[in-house]
């Protein structure tokens, strides 16, 4: 009797064993299976605090997996239930459920491409990263705009105009303004080299100086070779004492500008009329890029101290006001044939 009974327990045993071992042969071979039609491609969130069995549900619902209980039991018996990392993922129909939870585990989340130009000031850079989908506009010029955001991370100004250097990102959704910021910021301190710091030393200028004035240099240049030759009718004019009497800071100044700057635009006096204030304006009116710092640190050597558009992207350069008003007569004054 006793014999029959372990010969029944064993029995029972064995076929608990091999059901096992058929189950988690059958689980595996599901993990490494794709659950739709090649192609289907979704964004989806994993919320903070979701927990594994609503990821799972959620899966299922979206088609990425056709089991949300097998995936459970996968992420429990590779000891991941706990792992998963909230955010937004970019997933396929073609990806295993395996590959999917190893997305989840590593935080590989979905990344948004955001590009600043050289040249874009802090209100064109926050509609940028609106239009991206990472921040509100009003969210980002409030932090950019505030004076105690720049000092803690090391700009002495008021703003952090001019120090968001322009360069390709890739952020997830749901960073805050301040750690978007933070990159931007660590970006421009990589490029200002150290020894360009010595540099503004030698001529006599703060880091804030050469910001400045690149930014100035920045959207003067419609030609990247001239910047050089741009940044050194600005260092001659600021030797000789003489006003920059250049248009971008005035419309830097004008609250809303359509686009299309007056006579009364120049006269006005605003503390980034150059027309109206002798040296640099208090700050840098856009974000320049390494070339234009560079150029503001390493002007060419000239006598220049005029420049006027040819209207094709090039300037003509003048050493006397003599020229210059030759110049403005024959490309800017000049009649339009009939």
């Known amino acids: 009797m006793v014999k029959k009974l372990v010969l029944s327990l064993f029995a029972m045993l064995f076929v608990g064993i091999c059901t096992s071992g058929l189950l988690y042969m059958h689980l595996i071979a599901w993990a490494d299976r794709s659950a739709g039609t090649p192609g289907m491609e979704k964004l989806f969130t994993v919320s903070s605090g979701q927990g594994l069995k609503r990821t799972a549900n959620a ?55 955001l590009t600043i130009p050289e040249g874009y000031n802090l209100a064109q850079i926050a509609a940028a990263v609106s239009a991206a989908g990472l921040e509100s506009e009003k969210a980002f010029l409030d932090s950019a705009r505030n004076t105690e955001t ?66 100035i240099i920045e959207k003067e240049t419609g030609a990247p070779e001239e910047r050089p030759l741009i940044a050194s009718v600005f260092h001659n004019r600021l030797k000789k004492g003489m006003r920059l009497e250049t248009d971008p800071t005035v419309i830097y100044g004008i609250p809303v500008f359509d686009g299309n700057i007056k006579r009364q635009h120049l006269e006005a006096y605003t503390p980034y009329n150059t027309y109206k204030i002798k040296g640099l304006p208090p700050g840098p009116i856009a974000s320049p890029g390494a070339l234009a710092l560079e150029a503001a640190l390493f002007p060419a050597q000239t006598d220049f101290l005029y420049f006027v558009s040819k209207k094709d992207g090039t300037h003509q350069f003048s050493t006397t006001i003599k020229e210059h008003n030759a110049a403005v007569r024959k490309y800017q004054l000049r009649k339009k044939k009939p």
């Open 59 to 113: 899966l299922q619902e979206e088609g990425l997996v056709s089991d949300a209980l097998r995936f459970t039991v996968l992420a429990k018996l590779e000891k991941k239930e706990k792992l998963l990392k909230a955010g937004e993922y970019f997933l396929a129909t073609t990806m295993t459920p395996r590959e999917i939870l190893k997305q989840m585990v590593e935080g590989r989340v979905h990344l948004y491409r």
């Open 150 to 215: 720049a000092k803690g991370l090391g700009i002495e100004a008021d703003s952090l105009e001019g120090y968001l250097f322009p360069d390709t990102y890739y952020f997830p959704r749901g960073l805050d303004s301040p750690t978007i910021i933070a990159t931007m910021v660590k970006q421009f301190k990589a490029a200002f080299k150290p020894a360009w710091e010595q540099r503004a030393k030698s001529l006599g200028m703060t880091v804030h100086d050469i910001v400045t004035l690149a930014s």
